[in-house]
């Protein structure tokens, strides 16, 4: 049996598992139950969960069963960038290593937030975990502009810097490299308004490869997600990479990157209604985001 009236309705498609683009990653607590309801439902359309370092203080045995569950459903399982910076900086990167591996986890994040790794320096990192056999994603950018030596004000890049910092991770191994939340949001805008910043995005992305960039979308402020992505989708078609999204908004993601929900006003079925005016659905005309919607408590049609 398929998918719920997949029969009957004519859908838009994307990539199916195993993608190279188009990845959703997650950002995922430990959990007593192994790997909640939601992502079982939902499983088709996750690619990666990420433990942050909220999984240091979990019983090792209860991080086996997540890491095992996930595994078992075809999910890769990263180690977020924490944890590592810390084996870095305590010079214990094989015991790290070690134990990753034999918990199940294939996936490591490098980056430098606060230890203060060259690119140079990052890039061996890369290297020592390729070795070893681990996926690598590397991470470009800084939460905040003092610490981000991409950026000489909060809402702008220095372009040519943050292109050389992404191929270089990915000459150097890293199989696919992060851009930082705030950073991402900042170039967008919370609502869609920062033209210039955008501009900017979309030039690291035609240099660097839009397919081996993970946009991270990051909501430290409950500022909302959607319209974010709604922008990237928009800017970069439904098989964008998109990371840190949260357990509750896989689904919400999933309608987004189908255009049938209200971030940007159900593209697909106005493109669908009008007569198909453009070729693809995605770049039809996004509402007016100069008025902002409450965020909703959960995701709706």
């Excluded at 997650?26 to 192994?34: C, M």
């Excluded at 990420?50 to 075809?74: H, P, S």
Aim: charged share 25%.
């Amino acid at each position: 049996m398929g998918k719920f009236l997949h029969d009957v309705l004519d859908l838009p498609q994307r990539s199916e598992k195993p993608r190279k683009a188009g990845l959703t990653i997650l950002i995922v607590p430990p959990s007593l139950e192994g790997v909640p309801g939601p992502i079982r439902v939902y499983r088709d359309y996750i690619d990666k969960v990420k433990f942050t370092v909220q999984c240091l203080w979990v019983d090792e045995e209860i991080m086996a069963k997540n890491i095992r569950g996930y595994r078992d459903l075809g999910i890769d399982v990263q180690i977020g960038g924490v944890p590592y910076e810390l084996a870095i900086v305590q010079g214990r990167q094989k015991e790290f290593l070690e134990k990753a591996r034999s918990l199940g986890v294939n996936v490591i994040e490098v980056e430098s937030h606060a230890v203060g790794l060259s690119l140079k320096q990052m890039r061996e990192e890369v290297q020592r975990l390729k070795e070893v056999g681990f996926q690598v994603v590397g991470e470009v950018g800084a939460k905040w502009v003092e610490a981000d030596d991409t950026r000489e004000v909060q809402d702008r890049v220095v372009v040519d810097k943050v292109v050389r910092k992404m191929q270089g991770l990915l000459d150097g191994g890293a199989d696919y490299v992060y851009w930082e939340g705030m950073v991402v949001r900042e170039l967008i805008g919370n609502q869609l308004e920062n033209k210039a910043g955008q501009k900017q995005l979309v030039e690291v992305a035609q240099a660097v490869g839009p397919e081996k960039i993970l946009f991270e979308v990051w909501d430290a402020r409950s500022g909302g997600d959607s319209q974010i992505w709604a922008w990237l989708i928009g800017q970069f078609g439904p098989d964008v990479n998109i990371g840190n999204v949260s357990v509750t908004e896989v689904a919400r993601l999933e309608c987004a990157r189908r255009g049938c929900i209200y971030d940007p006003g159900h593209p697909y079925l106005r493109w669908y209604s009008q007569g198909k005016p453009t070729q693809q659905w995605w770049k039809m005309p996004f509402p007016d985001y100069r008025v902002d919607i409450q965020r909703p408590p959960v995701w709706r049609s």
